[in-house]
């Protein structure tokens, strides 16, 4: 590295869909000259890639922005970008004066201009206006820091304005890219290597193909198809929209995956209703049947549940319970509500006390924690197929990932170690809430 060549540290905070943001920012900033350190006080530029969804995740980055505010005297600069970014604006400006840019995601691509401008000793550099004009951010540059699995965005921004949610707003409209530039792209990762793809959206089934060649079902069946890929992942998808032809797809194309991640939010309709979730329990629960009635696959299901919604009564919340025992779902996510800027929910009074929302997580977390750990029994004396993540030296085990995205964990049984990236088959002997452990089969 020459003593000259400007450096920046990135952070980043929140979904997948930020982390993606964050490589296609590393990969512009490495094109520009930059060269990525690891820690803050070797950096020239320090970036925080935020996010809003719930107000301890948007703390985060004022706290250390507080940590660090002290390199700015040592002529450091400060960028915050992603959602807390586009939400506050400004006045990001006005709580810690020493930051130079604050920019939303879909300006990213005027992050060389940006950075002129920064260089050039300007203080306040916004990038804030592009939500609904920016098509797709050139990914040319994306720096995947896996070189095996990787994230393709097909969809932008999100339209639903569930009552309780920042991301339309941070986000802006949704923006479908072309199938073409989406196949294109998963092309050139299968010549680099890549055999594992994630297709990402805030809600991946409201894709539509600006060109109308593909519905989404059609989109990922060709994304499977692409050669060299071995596995196909899409999330988020919201039941509104989650069609028929999508669990067909799955059951037919071997590459897809065994796993959809079909977020509910409450297992009863009344508070579906008050979230603008335009779906009911039942509807919801027939989108599982079809999941349960593939011919050729078992899917894995998993879901986010928000404990504490207003007005939620205990009868309600029950109905989210009674609703992991039917579902049956291999992971949940489950939070407490937490009052957003800008959201329709304001206008319901936060009415459950803190201390029972708690209550209400715990309840939920350690009932669904019980279901799996009978439920992922059903794995041992199973053969399943892990692309290898890493090792775990401590324990002299590999770790993998199967189709349906469960950890499992083996050892080699004598055998040859296969590297990080490859495929092999494990047997599974023991079952955990949350992972399994095998051995590697002969
Ligand atoms: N687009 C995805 C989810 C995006 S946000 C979908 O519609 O499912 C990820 C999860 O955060 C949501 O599924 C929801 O469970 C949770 N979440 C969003 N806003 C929240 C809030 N204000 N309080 C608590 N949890 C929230
Ligand atoms: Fe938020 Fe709803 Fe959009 Fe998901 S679908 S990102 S929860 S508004
Ligand atoms: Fe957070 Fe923005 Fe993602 S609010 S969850 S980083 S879309």
Not at 202 to 209: I, T
Not at 253 to 258: A, F, I, Q, Y
């Given at each position: 590295m020459s003593s000259q060549q400007k450096t920046f540290y990135i952070e980043t905070f929140g979904c997948q869909m930020n982390f993606h943001d964050s490589e296609k920012v590393v990969g512009t900033l490495i094109s520009e000259g930059y060269a990525q350190v690891e820690r803050e006080e070797e950096a020239d530029l320090i970036l925080y890639n935020t996010c809003s969804i719930r107000d301890k995740a948007e703390q985060k980055v004022f706290h250390r922005l507080n940590d660090f505010k002290?390199?700015?005297?040592?002529?450091k600069r400060f960028a915050v970008l992603g959602c807390v970014a586009q939400q506050e604006g400004e006045k990001i400006f006005e709580r810690a004066?020493?930051?130079?840019l604050v920019a939303g995601s879909?300006?990213?691509?005027?992050l060389p201009e940006m950075l002129v401008q920064i260089g050039a000793g300007a203080t306040r550099v916004t990038g804030l206006d592009d939500r609904e004009t920016d098509q797709t951010f050139a990914t040319e540059f994306t720096a995947r820091t896996n070189p095996h699995r990787g994230y393709i965005t097909i969809i932008e921004g999100c339209?639903?304005?569930?009552?309780?949610?920042v991301v339309p707003y941070t986000r802006g409209k949704e923006r479908s890219r072309t199938s073409e530039s989406v196949l294109n792209e998963a092309r050139c990762m299968a010549d680099a290597g890549f055999t594992e793809i994630q297709l990402l959206g805030?809600?991946?089934?409201?894709?539509?193909?600006p060109a109308g060649k593909k519905s989404f079902a059609e989109l990922l069946a060709a994304v499977g198809e692409v050669?060299?890929?071995?596995r196909v992942r899409f999330t988020t998808s919201h039941p509104r929209d989650f069609t028929k032809d999508i669990v067909d797809a799955i059951d037919a194309?071997?590459?897809?995956?065994?796993h959809v991640h079909l977020?509910?939010?409450?297992?009863?309709s009344r508070v579906l209703e008050s979230m603008f979730r335009e779906y009911s329990r039942e509807q919801y629960l027939e989108r599982i049947a079809w999941m349960k009635s593939t011919r050729n696959r078992e899917l894995s299901i998993t879901t986010d549940v928000i404990a504490g919604?207003?007005?939620?009564t205990e009868a309600e919340f029950s109905e989210s319970l009674s609703l992991l025992d039917e579902v049956g779902y291999d992971g949940v996510f489950a939070f407490k509500y937490s009052p957003r800027p800008n959201?329709?929910?304001?206008?319901?009074?936060?009415?459950?006390?803190e201390e029972e929302k708690s209550r209400r997580l715990q309840v939920l977390l350690e009932h669904q924690r019980e279901l799996q750990r009978l439920s992922y029994?059903?794995?041992?004396?199973q053969i399943l197929e892990v692309m290898v993540e890493g090792k775990n030296p401590a324990k002299g085990q590999l770790v993998g990932r199967t189709s349906q995205n469960k950890t499992l964990n083996f050892v080699l049984n004598g055998q040859p170690e296969p590297g990080i990236g490859e495929y092999s088959c494990v047997l599974v002997t023991q079952a955990f809430p949350n992972s399994l452990l095998g051995e590697l089969a002969v």
């Open positions: 002290k390199l700015h005297k040592e002529g004066p020493y930051v130079s879909a300006s990213y691509r005027n339209d639903k304005f569930c009552a309780y949610c805030q809600n991946v089934n409201s894709y539509r193909d050669p060299g890929i071995r194309v071997p590459t897809l995956c065994d977020p509910v939010q409450s297992g009863s919604f207003p007005s939620e959201t329709p929910a304001l206008q319901y009074a936060d009415s459950i006390p029994r059903r794995h041992v004396g």
